[in-house]
T-cell receptor, first 117, second 115 residues
Framework: EAGVAQSPRYKIIEKRQSVAFWCNPISGHATLYWYQQILGQGPKLLIQFQNNGVVDDSQLPKDRFSAERLKGVDSTLKIQPAKLEDSAVYLC???????????????FGPGTRLTVL | AQSVTQPDIHITVSEGASLELRCNYSYGATPYLFWYVQSPGQGLQLLLK??????LVQGIKGFEAEFKRSQSSFNLRKPSVHWSDAAEYFCAVGATDTGRRALTFGSGTRLQVQP
């Protein structure tokens, strides 16, 4: 079974530039997450999708970050304009959806390492 | 809101020695609890999880963890560490009273294994 795919793996940009990250979840996984992992910290949720709808984007800096999952499969996360503090690894994860308040395992992609100069 | 504390930033053990990584959480009820491992350049891999029932849970690669409600802890253990266990380990909690399924992670413990 193919895992969660992310691209690019590495990106270096200057501050105030724009950047986009792409994620392809595991086939059949309705739930998709974007996490930000700053060096020395654990991952922090940016946004959670259920199919193509947003479940939680309370921690997404909406003045500069945006994300979409138009067809309920692939997702794109964009930063415009980037700041120095956006340097981090951006992780995409996916899981099956279980109703009734149940959790299911989240599978993580390898991440995109962003460096903002 | 829930939170996770991993008090040890960095731990070094000798190969073959036992290991215990500490995790404390803050949450108003019994949360869902997880341990993930992250190797350099790799995504996070689930080691084990606790939802309910037996407080001692077994995971992959010979790891186990024990949930202690009275101490709000979920420490990870392994009786004999292998060099390949060198990685970063994250404890995470999931809320049980909301529709959110995202995890709240601790800041991680980096494990170094000496030959």
């Amino acid at each position: 079974e193919a895992g969660v795919a992310q691209s690019p793996r590495y990106k270096i940009i200057e501050k105030r530039q724009s950047v986009a990250f792409w994620c392809n979840p595991i086939s059949g996984h309705a739930t998709l997450y974007w996490y930000q992992q700053i060096l020395g910290q654990g991952p922090k949720l940016l946004i959670q999708f259920q199919n193509n709808g947003v479940v939680d984007d309370s921690q997404l800096p909406k003045d500069r970050f945006s994300a979409e999952r138009l067809k309920g499969v692939d997702s794109t996360l964009k930063i415009q304009p980037a700041k120095l503090e956006d340097s981090a690894v951006y992780l995409c994860a996916s899981s099956f959806f279980l109703s009734g308040g149940q959790y299911n395992e989240q599978f993580f992609g390898p991440g995109t390492r962003l460096t903002v100069l | 809101a829930q939170s996770v504390t991993q008090p040890d930033i960095h731990i070094t053990v000798s190969e073959g020695a036992s290991l215990e990584l500490r995790c404390n959480y803050s949450y108003g009820a019994t949360p869902y609890l997880f341990w993930y491992v992250q190797s350099p350049g790799q995504g996070l891999q689930l080691l084990l999880k606790y939802f309910s029932g037996d407080t001692l849970v077994q995971g992959i690669k010979g790891f186990e963890a024990e949930f202690k409600r009275s101490q709000s802890s979920f420490n990870l253990r392994k009786p004999s560490v292998h060099w390949s266990d060198a990685a970063e380990y994250f404890c995470a909690v999931g809320a049980t009273d909301t529709g959110r399924r995202a995890l709240t992670f601790g800041s991680g413990t980096r494990l170094q294994v000496q030959p």
